[in-house]
């Protein structure tokens, strides 16, 4: 393997040292070094499944489990191993947190001035040049159209309301305003507002084009106006929670988690585990209660 040297320098060394010219792509521990992991199909000799076929990787024997099985979570009636799919997910989703959350870092200021202040992160359209940002774009919709909207998990903890938005984030309940009251939303000038001045206004009105008129319209104006009528905001920075934890603090697992009880196998009856029996005795009674009894080996 050469970097910066002629392929002649590097021949003449590895015959004075007695060793092959290693060549990219190649695989190291399952792992293939070199080629563009990214692609799906680069992936495909990462997971060995000798723990389906046998103890001995020469010999081929029929896989009597399912693998996406073996994946499941014990809670679904799987052995619990979790998906590389749903971990690499999570770890790219972990972005978008750090994305919302560290707003005055150079690198987040860096995605902002490409794609704006959102990233991107509210719209479908495509971005248009290929990037490390739309890698972790793309995952996010892939996701979604699997029915999996990791966004509906991180929700806005307003403060002094500087920083939120008073139509577009779930500030005030797990829905956005501007989905709960859509004829107020289009009424609306100003539909980039931040809560802080929404608030600083006598009334909620102030930048409509019009005052609400007569039935549905009226309606939502004042459930709207009963909701922040008493509503006071504290002089601290606004900030992100993710919902999925009692810390309120994103985590990779809570994420996986998720995405792999949605897409993964579900049994009739949960994986029991017995202190007292050996690990490989209880994974053998887990093949037999799956219907997948093998011979003996």
Same mark, same amino acid.
């Given at each position: 393997?050469?970097?910066?040297?002629?392929?002649?320098?590097?021949?003449?060394?590895?015959? $004075?040292?007695?060793?092959?010219?290693?060549?990219?792509? /190649?695989?190291?521990?399952?792992?293939?070094? @070199? %080629?563009?992991?990214?692609?799906?199909?680069?992936?495909?000799?990462?997971?060995?499944?000798?723990?389906?076929?046998?103890?001995?990787?020469?010999?081929?024997? #029929?896989?009597?489990?399912?693998?996406?099985?073996?994946?499941?979570?014990?809670?679904?009636?799987? !052995?619990?191993?979790?998906?590389?799919?749903?971990?690499?997910?999570?770890?790219?989703?972990?972005?978008?947190?750090?994305? &919302?959350?560290?707003?005055?870092? #150079?690198?987040?200021?860096?995605?902002?001035?490409?794609?704006?202040?959102?990233?991107?992160?509210?719209?479908?359209?495509?971005?248009?040049?290929? %990037?490390?940002?739309?890698?972790?774009?793309?995952?996010?919709?892939? $996701?979604?159209?699997?029915?999996?909207?990791?966004?509906?998990?991180?929700?806005?903890?307003?403060?002094? @309301? *500087?920083?939120?938005?008073?139509?577009?984030?779930?500030?005030?309940?797990?829905?956005?305003?501007?989905?709960?009251?859509?004829?107020?939303?289009? !009424?609306?000038?100003?539909? %980039?507002?931040?809560?802080? *001045?929404?608030?600083?206004?006598?009334? &909620?009105?102030? /930048?409509?084009?019009?005052?609400?008129?007569?039935?549905? *319209?009226?309606?939502?104006?004042? $459930? &709207?106006?009963?909701?922040?009528?008493?509503?006071? &905001?504290?002089?601290?920075?606004?900030?992100?929670?993710?919902? $999925? *934890?009692?810390?309120?603090?994103? =985590?990779?697992?809570? =994420?996986?988690?998720?995405?792999?009880?949605?897409?993964?196998?579900?049994?009739?009856?949960?994986?029991?585990?017995?202190?007292?029996?050996?690990?490989?005795?209880?994974?053998?009674?887990?093949? /037999?209660?799956?219907?997948?009894?093998?011979?003996?080996?």
């Amino acid at each position: 393997m050469r970097i910066g040297v002629s392929l002649n320098v590097v021949a003449t060394a590895a015959s $004075l040292i007695g060793c092959f010219i290693l060549t990219t792509p /190649f695989n190291y521990l399952g792992v293939k070094v @070199g %080629s563009n992991m990214s692609r799906i199909t680069s992936w495909d000799d990462v997971i060995s499944k000798n723990f389906c076929y046998g103890v001995d990787g020469s010999d081929r024997k #029929l896989a009597w489990i399912g693998w996406n099985m073996v994946l499941t979570s014990k809670k679904n009636g799987g !052995l619990g191993v979790s998906s590389f799919f749903a971990h690499n997910r999570a770890l790219l989703f972990k972005w978008v947190w750090r994305f &919302l959350n560290n707003g005055s870092s #150079l690198w987040t200021r860096f995605i902002k001035a490409i794609f704006g202040n959102k990233g991107v992160l509210d719209t479908h359209k495509l971005i248009p040049r290929r %990037s490390p940002w739309q890698d972790v774009i793309l995952a996010i919709h892939s $996701l979604q159209s699997k029915g999996i909207n990791l966004m509906d998990f991180i929700q806005k903890k307003v403060g002094n @309301g *500087e920083n939120a938005s008073f139509w577009d984030d779930s500030w005030l309940g797990e829905v956005a305003l501007k989905v709960l009251y859509k004829r107020l939303y289009d !009424l609306e000038m100003c539909k %980039s507002i931040s809560v802080a *001045e929404k608030m600083g206004h006598p009334s &909620l009105s102030h /930048f409509f084009r019009r005052m609400p008129r007569g039935g549905v *319209e009226q309606k939502n104006y004042d $459930l &709207l106006c009963s909701k922040v009528v008493d509503l006071v &905001l504290p002089n601290i920075s606004d900030r992100w929670f993710w919902s $999925l *934890e009692g810390s309120q603090e994103f =985590s990779v697992k809570s =994420s996986r988690i998720l995405i792999d009880n949605t897409i993964l196998p579900k049994a009739k009856v949960p994986t029991r585990w017995f202190g007292v029996v050996p690990i490989k005795k209880s994974i053998a009674l887990w093949e /037999f209660s799956n219907k997948a009894c093998s011979l003996i080996r």
